[in-house]
């Protein structure tokens, strides 16, 4: 019963720490944006798509901040200014942040 190694770190896939290092290396920036009729937009941006699920974590996002959302060019855009929930939740997922 050999066990699974993963390719690019060399450790057992219950040991991988592939994931957790694509996520230290990201730099993601967090602002709003002011659409039609005053509403605001908080768009996360620089999230590599190739190492994390954009789709999952934008589903997280919207669950945490209990709105609305999409996944647009690479970016994920929540209906409404949730900077700081939003700042708090990625940072608790290991991800650096940076606002502005």
């Known amino acids: 019963m050999a066990e699974e190694v993963c390719p690019t770190c060399g ?3 219950e040991l991988c720490i592939c ?3 694509a996520r230290e290396q990201q730099e993601i920036r967090i602002f709003t944006d002011t659409r039609r ?3 605001k937009v908080t768009i996360v941006d620089g999230i590599d798509t190739g190492d994390i699920d954009i789709g999952d974590l934008a589903t997280e996002l919207k669950t945490k ?6 996944t647009k060019n690479g970016r994920i855009e929540l ?5 700081e929930k939003v700042k708090d939740y990625l940072e608790s997922k290991g991800f650096p942040v940076e606002i502005g």
Do not use: F, R, S, V
Not at 65 to 70: I, L, P, Q, W
Not at 79 to 83: C, L, T
């Open 11 to 13: 450790l057992p896939k």
């Open 19 to 21: 994931e957790d290092i």
């Open 37 to 39: 009729y005053g509403k």
């Open 65 to 70: 901040c209990a709105a609305g959302g999409t």
């Open 79 to 83: 209906q409404g200014d949730h900077i």
